[in-house]
């Protein structure tokens, strides 16, 4: 990308604490109308609902290499009665069957070569361009198009396995964001599942983007839409002293089988709905097993000793319905986890629900099935695998669930310094405000990572980081930094503060119903400044019932909702009580319903304080 622009400090304006963030400024409309854009291409173009097929410009010599003519997609591995069903199936299936989404891993680079050509505005080419190549079929390449909140800009989401980046990566992330400089939309954010969205990017500068972290290890292809999504492990794998299984190698070995080394696998390219997979590798379950369609959770082998992974499956939230994962007793060995994942990805590719997108979880799968005949055809499939099984003759080595020796412990609080199992090393773990940076954070990321912490940095599915590695003579330096003492990122954040999580909300998203990021890091600092806890109290923000900020595994869960105040329509939340993670995890209840927001949010103010009070144990100052 040329030499590397150090991102200047963002003013207290720029942060996202304050001022908050309000509504983004309008954007130019098209200079040119609709009949005149499509009149200028009518030599050029067979087809105006397909601008690039054939393409139009001619890529790069190495990414044309690197993602060359699509030979297979991802509705050619669907069975003919799998076809036959999509083909009567949602509005999504038949976008999938008019264009199989997996064209985009191509179509992205065309179109942003296009524009970077100077032949047509961003305008011109969303007016000629169909309108499900923008807003559905680049999110198989990993770009969002937000029509509603932020026209003409994208968001890319990340494939971060197991959470882990260099600071060479952050470095690059870091120089691909400052070129926006002050821009509303160039913000990144952790999500919840371990990675980063790079948001307010132009189409024109994504294929640069794209290749330049395949460059350096990392990738953006399959992580929207119907496919699977990052997948998480364990922050602390390879430092906990209380760890049983270093989730790393199998959590990019598992990345690695499902996009084909972040180019793109049109295998798993045509799922019937978004797939989930985590590791967990501590009783902590830091990964939070119980909310993905495959959770495995690390445990040793009663008879063998072998650490390996009891499985459980469907757990998912939806706004229609949440739900944990079921237990399917069933253990296997990390040699056999790809196999798994693989065969359960085989079956619910070719037998999930087409026709109705609330339905087309796991979940409603195994229960279609039973529980007992999803296991009986799993292992067949598993048996059979040609790619990862046992082998002809082979029997397949796993077993009925395995139990600890010992009884669970409370999950445990990352945050902070803590010793790591290596000798003379510690762990620090800093909490990020709603999980949202600007450039020159990132920058700064990397630049203590690279002083401190061998060069590596990892993510939350919290929102948080954490510096592995440190030298116990280097903690407090660490700890001393300047970008570690404005106050934003602390090590040693409030009681709310440090179990808070927060979605992108209605600032960017466009089902979301409430504002949530800035609001949350409001109504956590009144409810600080008014109130003594004695522990932690974790705050789960989602701004509609799809619930991304995962609302029903907090101690206390906001969520988007309509409300009246004076009987006039207000926005609100619904919150839940009980959520718990961990071993012993479990979903929360809605607690209370339609609670007004507005006018200082006083209504929502005074109901979590009363919930702190006779829950938590809080005490008013």
Not at 473 to 483: C, G, H, I, K, Q
Not at 566 to 575: F, L, Q, R, S, Y
Request: hydrophobic letters at 40%.
């Amino acid at each position: 990308m040329g030499a590397f622009i150090r991102p200047k400090p963002p003013s207290r304006e720029q942060t996202l604490a304050s001022p908050r963030f309000t509504t983004p400024p309008s954007r130019s409309t098209a200079t040119r109308t609709e009949d005149q854009v499509m009149g200028g291409l009518a030599t050029t173009m067979e087809d105006s609902q397909h601008l690039l097929r054939p393409p139009l410009m001619e890529l790069p010599p190495d990414v044309d290499q690197l993602f060359g003519p699509i030979t297979k997609t991802g509705t050619d591995y669907l069975p003919a009665e799998t076809l036959a069903r999509a083909e009567k199936g949602s509005f999504m299936e038949k976008i999938k069957l008019k264009k199989d989404g997996s064209v985009a891993w191509r179509e992205v680079h065309e179109l942003a070569a296009l524009l970077r050509s100077g032949q047509y505005t961003w305008e011109e080419l969303d007016l000629m361009t169909d309108k499900d190549d923008m807003d559905q079929r680049l999110k198989y390449a990993g770009i969002f198009h937000r029509r509603k909140k932020t026209p003409g800009r994208f968001m890319m989401r990340m494939r971060i396995p197991n959470g882990v980046v260099t600071s060479d990566q952050l470095f690059f992330i870091a120089e691909a964001m400052a070129k926006y400089g002050e821009d509303y939309e160039a913000v990144v954010d952790i999500t919840t599942r371990q990675n980063l969205q790079l948001r307010g990017l132009k189409l024109e500068d994504t294929s640069e983007i794209i290749t330049g972290l395949l460059a350096r290890g990392l990738g953006c292809y399959s992580s929207g839409l119907d496919n699977v999504r990052n997948v998480v492990g364990n922050p602390l794998a390879g430092i906990d002293p209380l760890e049983i299984y270093d989730t790393r190698e199998l959590c990019t070995a598992i990345n690695d089988m499902i996009t084909n080394h972040n180019l793109g696998n049109p295998e798993w390219a045509n799922l019937p709905r978004k797939f989930n997979i985590a590791v967990s590798g501590t009783r902590d379950d830091y990964s939070h097993t119980h909310i993905n369609d495959i959770g495995f959770q690390a445990v040793p082998h009663a008879a063998s000793g072998i650490v390996g992974f009891n499985v459980v499956l469907g757990g998912y939230f939806s706004a229609k319905r949440v739900a944990t994962s079921l237990e399917l007793d069933l253990w296997v060995p990390p040699g056999q986890v790809l196999n798994l994942c693989y065969s359960v990805l085989r079956l619910f590719r070719d037998h999930g629900n087409r026709k109705d997108r609330q339905k087309a979880r796991l979940l409603w799968l195994i229960e279609e099935w039973g529980v007992e005949t999803f296991r009986r055809k799993l292992l067949a499939e598993m048996q059979s695998n040609a790619a990862y099984g046992p082998g002809a003759g082979q029997t397949l080595p796993v077993d009925v669930a395995q139990a600890h020796a010992a009884p669970a412990y409370p999950r445990r609080d990352y945050l902070g310094v803590h010793p790591q199992k290596q000798a003379g090393r510690s762990w620090v773990g800093v909490h990020v405000p709603v999980g949202r940076f600007r450039a020159f954070d990132v920058h700064e990321l990397g630049r203590l990572a690279a002083r401190y912490s061998g060069g590596e940095l990892r993510f939350t599915v919290e929102q948080n980081v954490i510096f592995p590695h440190v030298g116990d003579e280097d903690v407090a330096s660490l700890l001393a930094d300047p970008f570690l003492q404005t106050g934003r990122f602390r090590t040693d954040p409030g009681p709310l503060a440090r179990g808070l999580v927060a979605c992108t909300g209605a600032q960017f998203c466009g089902v979301g119903l409430v504002e949530t990021k800035n609001r949350a890091l409001d109504l956590i600092e009144r409810l600080e400044a008014r109130y003594q806890l004695p522990h932690m109290v974790r705050l789960h923000f989602s701004g509609c019932p799809n619930s991304c900020g995962q609302s029903q595994v907090a101690d206390i869960g906001l969520m988007g909702a309509p409300a009246k105040k004076d009987g006039k329509a207000v926005e609100g939340v619904d919150i839940f009580l009980g959520g718990a993670v961990g071993e012993e995890a479990q979903l929360g209840d809605k607690f209370l319903k339609n609670v007004a927001m507005g006018e200082n949010d006083a209504d929502v103010i005074q109901a979590l304080g009363e919930i702190l009070v006779e829950r938590f144990g809080a005490v008013q100052r």
